[in-house]
């Protein structure tokens, strides 16, 4: 079985930072991707960031400049650094990752529990 634990959101100031971290266990042979969504209240999910292996990480058009998505592959970790952020970037954010695992070989889809993002003053 394999979990996705998402931590480091929170209130924050308009212009202010946050990094969300989103840790990956159990039974884990490779992730092949990783994203971060967001959904704030009355619309969609929507895709912030994403990494896939070999490639550049890409980025939804309001996150350009302002976020980073990173991955620490060795901990099984991906991040997102936030800045300047704006109100309207409040919204639970939402780890997912495509991960292969150990016991099959098989790549199945997993999503976090999500972290609130809160920026207000």
């Known amino acids: 079985q394999v979990q996705l634990v998402e931590s480091g959101g929170g209130l924050v100031q308009p212009g202010g930072s946050l990094r969300l971290s989103c840790v990956a266990s159990g039974s884990i042979f490779s992730i092949n991707y990783c994203g971060w969504y967001r959904q704030a209240p009355g619309k969609e999910r929507e895709l912030v960031a994403s990494?896939?292996?070999?490639?550049?990480?890409y980025y939804t058009e309001f996150a350009k400049g302002r976020f980073s998505i990173s991955r620490d592959n060795a901990r099984n970790t991906v991040y997102l650094q936030m800045n300047s952020l704006k109100p309207e970037d409040t919204a639970v954010y939402y780890c997912n990752a495509k991960i292969k695992q150990v016991w099959n070989g098989q790549t199945y889809d997993y999503w976090g529990q999500g972290t609130q993002v809160t920026v207000s003053s």
């Open positions: 990494s896939t292996s070999g490639d550049n990480p």
